[in-house]
């Protein structure tokens, strides 16, 4: 697997997650990915970027376009939060510790082709995506 | 701040979403729509999403606050012009809207809204 480009963005204002929409938009179509697929992987982002500001207090996403043999977007969202104490909890649907619909963490998951997080309580939080072109 | 218009058109109220909306945006939207229809006594309300490319869970959360705000407000409300590939991502998030009436776009919109009050 080759990795042809990286960048981060700073995940710190609402505005920031606006900008992670349109990046990753912008990257999605770039690579060639179809109108669905580019629309799954923005609101997967959409909802990951969220989580990292409300949850996690802040943090940042980095995303790395990935060549070879296939073509595909990885983003990963970290932040220094309180962290997840139970994952298999928070990604169920309907579950959450705030005012959403507790549908982010596992509705990205669903929306993209493979996903993993990683959280220590007190440490931070780690989610990583990546959707296949 | 940067405001989402609401028209008013007869007994109706015309709202087209045409920027990305960041969270408090789409918060400032709802609670402008409801203010507007206690004001108008509007009987109806027509969002047109057609410009959004994409619709994640607080957009969709909005939208159905919309239409439940509005229903006890005695106000129909109808989402038209959804984009197909939004549609599609939506319900594979998990979100169906639920109580929300929608139509491919503003004329079906529009007849709904007309028929649905007609029906009163």
Do not use: C
Request: charged letters at 20%; aromatic letters at 4%; proline letters at 3%.
């Amino acid at each position: 697997m080759v990795t042809v480009s990286t960048e981060t963005i700073a995940l710190t204002s609402e505005p920031d997650v606006v900008a992670v929409r349109r990046r990753v938009r912008e990257v999605s179509a770039k690579l060639g990915f179809s109108l669905v697929d580019q629309t799954k992987v923005v609101t997967a982002a959409s909802e990951l970027a969220r989580n990292t500001l409300i949850y996690g207090g802040g943090g940042t996403m980095h995303m790395e376009t990935l060549n070879g043999p296939r073509v595909g977007l990885k983003l990963i969202f970290e932040d220094n939060g309180p962290g997840i104490p139970n994952i298999e909890l928070a990604l169920r649907d309907g579950y959450t510790t705030g005012t959403g619909l507790g549908l982010g963490l596992g509705g990205a998951k669903r929306l993209a082709n493979e996903f993993s997080v990683d959280s220590r309580v007190g440490e931070g939080t780690k989610v990583m995506i990546t959707r296949w072109k | 701040m940067e405001k989402i218009p609401i028209l008013r058109m007869g007994d109706y109220l015309l709202v087209t979403i045409q920027v990305d909306m960041h969270d408090r945006l789409a918060m400032a939207l709802q609670d402008d729509l409801t203010k507007r229809i206690s004001e108008t006594s509007a009987h109806g309300v027509l969002i047109d999403i057609s410009s959004l490319e994409m619709v994640d869970s607080f957009i969709g959360r909005m939208l159905s606050n919309i239409a439940g705000m509005s229903r006890v407000l005695d106000a129909e409300t109808v989402v038209v012009g959804m984009q197909p590939a939004v549609a599609i991502t939506l319900v594979e998030l998990g979100l169906s809207l639920p109580g929300i009436r929608t139509a491919l776009n503003v004329d079906a919109g529009m007849e709904l809204l007309r028929s649905s009050m007609n029906g009163i």
